[in-house]
């Protein structure tokens, strides 16, 4: 392999390789981390090629994932909007009286919530509305903490896998790939609902000690009011079905386009539904593009665009697709096994973005090889979704989660989480590459 190698392949391997460590140890912001990685790469020339420039080549990849962004900004923005109504926390403090503070109905009945928010409105806008909604549940009703951050953490990791709007690499995946909506939800989809059952279940097993020593006051329950959560019913009455709207939109844009011919993308639909929003509320943009747009993680994603595009650029996403076939001899159950069970416990250490989009490239290399690889999309998807609940840092679920803790004086130790973690991301493997075998392979 390394006789293939050329100058500006190994100084797109070292740069990936410094870009990786930083994001692992967490020394760096990782925006900064991402776009300095992909500036380096620029300006040593590794894009460079005929007559066009290396900067020229390099924004290639990141034109090329425009929809990504204005997808995930368009979110930001939307989901944010409709938060001020204060609907969430209405339905989440619902769900606590409606299992009237019971831990154990109130550990699933959250992770179920968090579960299903993730897969029409994405991971990280569901996070950060319901993790200081949980904190608040935590310490109001004294609760043990690491149960309910820890459902929460791994549904919101597993819902990023169940729909094409759910995750951005998920959707990276289904956009780059052509998978259509249907498409994820029939596989991947179905395949969480199971893993969540499993999930679940392991949960109440491994906290069985905490939860039976949860003690909820029936009184500080009946404190507890949905009715008082809502702050804004404009928004809630305008809002809500604005938000509604465009996730049918995006869930039925291919049916969309095969009765009319009107092609509409996710970033259109979110960025219109947004900016409207905007207009319709009386939103100050530089206020709503300061404080609902999580800035660090579009620039992350616009440098791992280029870090990532230098692999494919200098041919090293080719030689890892050959090494994978070589490894396993071309054997797709070998393949399967190891993109599905690899990416789980390799996605619990390093940031499941840069991987996945990574492994994307090299699929569609194996796939244009004659290799049929239609299984490995599926396994890629939950793969990494399954590792990104495996620890503190495997997700930015993760780190928004623990993150909001520390500040309420709540901590979970790294060891811990880990030692709890990686039987359910093994466990969830197994079930998943088990499943996947059967529908395909069997």
């Not at 109440?204 to 019913?233: E, G, M, T």
């Not at 993680?297 to 030689?319: M, P």
């Not at 697709?321 to 490894?327: G, I």
């Amino acid at each position: 392999m390394l006789g293939h190698l050329t100058i500006f392949s190994i100084i797109s391997l070292v740069v990936l390789m410094v870009v990786y460590y930083f994001l692992i140890s967490e020394k760096l912001p990782k925006a900064l981390v991402a776009v300095l990685g992909g500036v380096t790469l620029i300006l040593m020339q590794v894009f460079r090629s005929g007559e066009a420039s290396s900067q020229e080549n390099a924004f290639h990849f990141i034109s090329h994932n425009l929809d990504i962004l204005g997808f995930v900004i368009g979110m930001m923005i939307l989901v944010g909007i409709v938060r001020e109504s204060g609907v969430f926390e209405a339905v989440a403090i619902g769900l606590v009286k409606l299992v009237k503070g019971k831990p154990r109905m109130l550990l699933i009945a959250l992770g179920y919530l968090t579960l299903f928010m993730t897969a029409f409105f994405s991971n990280i806008p569901t996070i950060l509305i319901l993790a200081p909604v949980v904190l608040v549940l935590i310490k109001q009703l004294n609760l043990p903490p690491l149960p309910f951050l820890f459902i929460v953490v791994t549904m919101a990791n597993l819902g990023g896998a169940m729909t094409p709007i759910s995750d951005p690499t998920t959707y990276y995946q289904a956009k780059t790939v052509g998978l259509s909506f249907s498409e994820v939800v029939s596989n991947s989809g179905v395949i969480v609902l199971v893993l969540s059952v499993v999930s679940t279940l392991y949960v109440l097993l491994a906290f069985n000690k905490d939860l039976n020593s949860a003690k909820v006051n029936p009184k500080d329950v009946a404190l507890f009011d949905p009715k008082k959560a809502i702050q804004d019913k404009y928004i809630l009455r305008v809002g809500l079905p604005i938000a509604l709207v465009s996730i049918l939109v995006m869930v039925f844009k291919e049916k969309i386009y095969t009765a009319t011919g009107i092609s509409l993308d996710n970033a259109t639909v979110t960025i219109a539904a947004s900016f409207l929003s905007i207009l319709i509320f009386h939103k100050k943009p530089r206020q709503v593009f300061r404080n609902l747009i999580d800035w660090e993680i579009i620039f992350f994603f616009i440098g791992l665009f280029v870090v990532v595009g230098a692999l494919e650029f200098t041919n090293l996403i080719s030689l890892l697709a050959k090494s994978l076939v070589d490894v396993t001899g071309g054997n797709l159950k070998m393949l399967l096994g190891l993109v599905t069970i690899g990416s789980g416990f390799i996605s619990t250490f390093i940031d499941n973005v840069p991987y996945n989009i990574t492994m994307v490239s090299a699929i569609q290399e194996m796939q244009r090889s004659g290799i049929w690889v239609y299984p490995l999309w599926w396994a890629l998807n939950l793969g990494t979704s399954i590792g990104g609940a495996g620890s503190p840092i495997a997700a930015a679920c993760n780190v928004i989660v623990f993150g909001q803790a520390e500040k309420e004086k709540i901590h979970v130790n790294f060891l811990k989480y880990l030692m709890v973690a990686l039987p359910l991301v093994l466990i969830n493997g197994l079930v998943t590459f088990g499943i996947i075998w059967l529908k395909f392979l069997r």
